[in-house]
């Protein structure tokens, strides 16, 4: 081959090179444009992790200080914290809380708040959680069972709670939260009736977490409040039913007595149902993740340290946010009805299961579609600290 030729074959290699490089990149910036695409169709995995009550001082700081070490390690998170009236009432002026359904005054189920003091205390911790982001909510006040109660029996207790946060009953008005920022409800002991849904929208609730349903299930806005229902699941490693609250799980372990002994089983198989919900979802149709807790640490504190490993597992994954009931409410706000529907049937690109087990508790991805054993239990009395009377 003469030096001519040489250099005609150089010129055509380096175009072909030219062409394949350009070739390369141009199916690389189309994957790229329909990843952006799959993300934009595809909802964020939303995690919501929650507290009833709010009576433990020694509580509020210890989550408090556990979500501050979550953020500082790039897992952000933030708590909804359902607090009841009544521990903010002091023991010697509990008489002015009139329970509802004519209970009459100065009765409650899980008792009052402790000396004004200890009250004043509680209200600093919520304003610093507040100030941290996180959310404050209702759980009414005395932790009754509202399932009989009237349209009239709810409007007292809604009155009444604000009353003891930021009105005449109160010992120390908030300062970090206004009455306006408490849009959330959750019954005591999941008790609902009619009455309850006729008074949340009148009193400016925009969600409520007091039913139940699959552990799949899209938020529904229904007669203008957003339905936020807790998971109907199945337990992993003893199959009974639960629903995704810690308190369903120690009744369902130890029938909610006192049992440290096995807190290691207890602990392994809560976080092990918590991933195959997660899982379940997040490679799924991405119905939003519930779990709500209390201020207690039952069964050597199983529940609250699986609590805590699931939060540092799945907050800070991709497409995944740990957030505010608050927060949801305004993503669900910001869908069409045909989105929200989409999206509870699962139509659009899903992420693909990893295939061999990515874990060692996986379990089949229609676990929860077939019902445990045992009946799902409510949040009861005994799901509480009882304050002193």
């Known amino acids: 081959m003469n030096t001519r030729s040489l250099k005609l074959a150089a010129v055509s290699l380096l175009a072909l090179a030219s062409a394949l490089a350009t070739g390369c990149a141009s199916e690389q910036a189309d994957d790229t444009e329909s990843g952006a695409a799959v993300t934009d169709k595809r909802p964020p995995q939303f995690v919501v992790l929650a507290f009833d009550g709010s009576y433990n001082l020694d509580f509020w700081k210890e989550s408090r200080q556990f979500a501050k070490e979550m953020n500082a390690s790039g897992k952000p998170m933030k708590w909804t914290y359902f607090m009841s009236g009544v521990y903010f009432v002091p023991n010697a002026k509990k008489s002015i809380y009139v329970a509802p359904h004519s209970l009459g005054p100065g009765k409650s189920a899980i008792g009052f708040g402790g000396t004004e003091d200890e009250i004043k205390i509680r209200v600093e911790q919520v304003d610093l959680a507040a100030a941290e982001g996180h959310e404050m909510a209702s759980h009414a006040n005395g932790h009754f069972d509202g399932s009989s109660w009237s349209k009239a029996d709810w409007d007292s207790e809604f009155t009444q709670f604000n009353q003891i946060f930021f009105g005449n009953k109160a010992v120390k008005t908030l300062s970090g939260v206004r009455e306006a920022d408490i849009v959330g409800f959750r019954a005591p002991q999941l008790g609902h009736s009619p009455g309850l849904f006729q008074t949340l929208p009148e009193k400016n609730y925009t969600y409520d977490t ?85 201020f207690s640490k039952w069964n050597g504190a199983a529940y609250w340290n699986a609590m805590k490993d699931f939060a540092k597992e799945v907050c800070g994954k991709p497409e995944v946010k740990c957030v505010t009931y608050k927060e949801l409410v305004t993503f669900m706000e910001s869908l069409t009805p045909a989105q929200r529907r989409d999206y509870q049937a699962g139509d659009f690109p899903k992420l693909a299961r990893p295939s061999g087990n990515d874990s060692a508790r996986d379990v089949p991805a229609n676990y929860f579609d077939t019902p445990g054993e045992g009946d799902f239990v409510g949040d009861e009395e005994g799901a509480h600290e009882h304050g002193a009377e």
């Open 210 to 294: 007091s039913k139940s349903a699959a552990a799949n299930y899209w938020p529904e806005k229904i007669n203008g409040v957003w339905n936020m229902a807790l998971a109907q699941l199945k337990i992993v490693g003893s199959g009974k039913n639960t629903l995704s609250m810690d308190y369903n799980f120690y009744v369902a372990h130890s029938r909610g007595n006192p049992d440290a002994a096995n807190a290691a089983k207890y602990q392994k198989e809560t976080i092990d149902t918590y991933r195959a919900y997660f899982k379940n979802n997040y490679y799924g149709n991405r119905a939003p993740i519930h779990i709500g807790h209390h």
